[in-house]
């Protein structure tokens, strides 16, 4: 009886390890945006244009996904030179000193048809905390390009960035503490 339920047991975990699927983000096809208020007159845009993104899952639906994302905090593209280099100074970023941003998610928890809460730990400016985001499957289709799957995905949220000491000196008077994140991508299959 031993022999039996020892033989059950690996067999489900040798299932469950072969059956989660690897998908990478196809960087033609994914963006990282973010919008801040200045004055609280008017909108603030930008994007971070180097950074990369996995999501492991077992379930087609994702909802047991994980996802993990790394970014180039020098990336930081606002349309401005002047104000970009300023974002990548000791000011705001430090770009030189905590050159990557992170997200490693934690938890996915369902909230509607393909939605769902998106929890993991965001680090920035060498600051970890976790955070809440809003996490949109969008499907899964077969690429007619490279004829394999692809899965689309849209996160949004808002963090603080005082909860991270980036642009202390700067009161939300002046620029807005609220942030809010958009991010879309498309992952092909593994």
């Known amino acids: 009886m ?20 690897t ?10 945006k973010f919008d ?21 899952a077992e379930k087609a639906d994702f909802s047991d996904a994980k996802f993990e994302f790394t970014g ?3 990336s930081i593209n ?13 000011d705001f970023f430090d ?22 809460k998106l929890t993991g730990d965001l680090t920035l ?7 809440t985001l809003d996490l949109w499957y969008r499907g899964t289709i077969t690429n007619p390009m490279s004829k394999k799957p692809g899965a689309g995905f849209r996160v949004t949220g808002t963090i603080k960035r005082s909860d991270f000491g980036i642009g202390s000196n700067f ?3 002046v620029v807005s503490d609220e942030v809010n994140i958009t991010a879309d991508g498309e992952f092909g299959k593994e």
């Not at 039996?4 to 390890?17: E, K, V």
């Not at 030189?96 to 998610?105: A, D, H, P, R, W």
């Not at 400016?125 to 955070?131: D, E, L, Y």
Request: glycine share 6%; aromatic share 10%; proline share 3%.
């Open 125 to 131: 400016h060498g600051v970890t905390k976790p955070v």
């Open 23 to 32: 998908w990478k983000m196809d960087k033609a096809h994914a963006q990282l």
């Open 95 to 116: 770009a030189s000193k905590f050159s990557t941003l992170t997200f490693k998610s934690t938890s996915v928890k369902k909230a509607g048809a393909n939605k769902y």
């Open 72 to 74: 180039q905090t020098a």
């Open 2 to 21: 031993k022999k039996f339920t020892f033989a059950l047991l690996f067999a489900a975990l040798s299932y469950s390890g072969m059956a989660q699927t």
């Open 171 to 173: 009161p939300a008077a």
């Open 36 to 56: 801040v208020t200045h004055l609280g007159i008017s909108t603030v845009s930008g994007a971070f244009t180097d950074f990369d993104a996995t999501v492991t």
């Open 78 to 90: 606002t349309g401005v030179d002047k104000r970009d280099e300023h974002l990548k100074s000791p």
